[in-house]
């Protein structure tokens, strides 16, 4: 479908069901978009038309964006609905893309379509004393350098300088002053796995709503400390993310109406106002915003070299700790496969087969190839199967082949059809078309498959997978795994081709300006 005529059906949709609202008077009505990728530039898979973000499910319409939102939308819709005098207004918003955090670029026109959609909703639906604009901080987009400043600067243009604008945000965005030049907030996740999201959401209602009743009047400060770290050393369960994030929490226990936000930063992406940021937001008190920021930058700046460095276990000798932690019955182990970021890389499943290691759960291998092999002959449950698993992208090495029997074909992790294989030892792995990250044991528990029956799990993960796997205590063993080489995910940022980056003038490749 074309995305003229694709944009024109929901907005059609968005204002009949806009018509069909009780019209009850609020003093406040607040407008509420949701627009989030964490894009990584230098995946495979081609520039994101508008339609890659509608392969999932069609995009929210009206008030379909306050219900099925996601968790910042969530947060704010709960805590607005404790305000009597707030009336929220969803714009029409796309909600997933194809391939999630591991598709590249999106284009300008798919930019274009859905942003000037949702003002061409928010013209219509005039005036408002609000705007709500739930994003990520990663989105990379050809031709627009900064992407949720850009959101900022168009919403600013149709409400004009007096309507106060919150946005909320993973903390692997990357963002610079840029965004509030024209927001008023920028309310940042505190933690990696990302548990706050709904406070966030929360925080941003709280302070909108202060804002339109006069009681806030935003006076903000940004600092950038120079730093790039992988996404895999920003986990806020161990020292210095943890640090970080704990003085930003106390600035806001000692000091009234202070909000302190802090992108760890998102390196995947070839933007300009990539690496870590501070926000800090104060009640007109610019001397106070400016003393927080500068603590912060200073204090990111000296914990830099624990932050910024790390080394982890190649497969072989993963395959070591993992042989040790079994005989040991340190069971279940639970392993980071962090830097597959197409989610095709076969290398921990050569290694571990090859030293005889059995039991395993692999969750999941990319193989778009195989599974329309399998969908094509109509497999079922029970059929022999003898075919290559994932490396198609450099990064995955060479296309594995297992043999096995099927024992899942179906629906699954978001997808209409995966399949599941059962080879070897005791091994399982899940195939999907596209890039897929496992957060629970649970998730595996589909058809007759019963994850207690695997000693290890291996998920393409950075520090999600903490969440079921680690955070619980289900996994008594826990290995981040490097992969073959410095490919794109890794730890290894000097090995991206970056053009937009100048890794000279950051830590812990270079020096930034002024140090």
């Not at 005529?5 to 069901?17: E, K």
């Not at 528990?445 to 520090?463: L, M, T």
Request: aromatic share 12%; hydrophobic share 40%; charged share 20%.
């Amino acid at each position: 479908m074309r995305t003229g005529r694709l944009h024109a059906l929901t907005l059609a949709a968005a204002l009949a069901a806009a018509s069909c609202t009780s019209g009850r008077e609020s003093e406040y009505r607040v407008a509420v978009m949701k627009f989030q990728q964490e894009t990584c530039t230098f995946c495979p898979g081609g520039d994101a038309p508008a339609e890659d973000w509608v392969t999932l499910g069609p995009l929210l319409v009206a008030d379909q964006v306050l219900t099925a939102g996601g968790g910042y939308v969530e947060g704010f819709v709960r805590e607005a609905s404790d305000y009597p005098d707030m009336e929220l207004i969803g714009l029409t918003s796309p909600d997933e893309i194809f391939g999630g955090s591991s598709r590249s670029w999106s284009t300008q026109e798919s930019f274009d379509t859905f942003v000037g959609g949702m003002l061409q909703e928010l013209r219509a639906s005039l005036p408002v004393d609000g705007v709500y604009l739930a994003l990520h901080g990663a989105l990379a987009v050809r031709g627009i350098p900064r992407p949720e400043a850009e959101i900022a600067r168009r919403f600013r243009e149709v409400v004009g300088p007096d309507v106060p604008i919150a946005g909320t945000f993973d903390l692997h965005g990357n963002e610079d002053a840029e965004f509030l030049r024209y927001a008023d907030f920028a309310f940042v996740t505190k933690r990696f796995p990302h548990y706050d999201d709904g406070i966030q959401g929360a925080r941003a209602a709280r302070a909108l709503h202060r804002a339109m009743s006069g009681t806030y009047t935003a006076t903000t400060a940004t600092r950038k400390p120079g730093i790039i770290t992988p996404t895999v050393l920003q986990w806020t369960g161990a020292a210095p993310a943890s640090e970080i994030m704990e003085r930003a929490r106390r600035w806001e226990a000692r000091e009234a109406d202070v909000f302190v936000s802090v992108f760890f930063g998102f390196p995947w992406s070839d933007v300009p106002d990539v690496g870590m940021t501070v926000h800090v937001m104060t009640n007109n008190d610019q001397a106070l915003a400016d003393e927080i920021a500068d603590d912060m930058n200073e204090y990111m700046w000296r914990v830099r070299e624990a932050f910024a460095n790390g080394r982890f276990p190649r497969p072989d000798e993963a395959a070591a700790r993992v042989t040790r932690a079994i005989a040991d019955g340190q069971i279940p182990v639970a392993i980071g496969d962090y830097s597959d970021r197409p989610g095709d890389a076969t290398h921990i499943t050569r290694a571990f087969d090859a030293a005889g290691i059995g039991k395993v759960l692999y969750g999941a291998i990319s193989s778009p190839t195989t599974l329309e092999a399998l969908q094509a002959v109509g497999a079922s449950v029970g059929d022999p199967f003898d075919h290559e698993i994932g490396g198609f992208t450099a990064s995955g090495g060479d296309p594995y082949r297992i043999q096995g029997t099927v024992a899942y074909v179906g629906p699954w992790a978001g997808y209409e059809y995966t399949a599941a294989v059962a080879y070897g030892d005791g091994n399982l792995v899940f195939l999907v078309p596209a890039y897929t990250q496992i957060m629970y044991p649970e998730n595996f528990a589909v058809g007759d498959i019963d994850p207690s029956d695997y000693d290890v799990f291996v998920v393409k993960s950075r520090a999600h997978f903490r969440r079921g796997f680690d955070e619980t205590g289900f996994a008594k063993t826990i290995v981040i795994v490097e992969a073959t080489g410095p490919f794109i995910g890794t730890t290894f940022l000097d090995a991206l081709p970056y053009e937009n980056v100048d890794l000279s003038k950051l830590y812990p490749y270079g020096m930034p300006d002024g140090r």
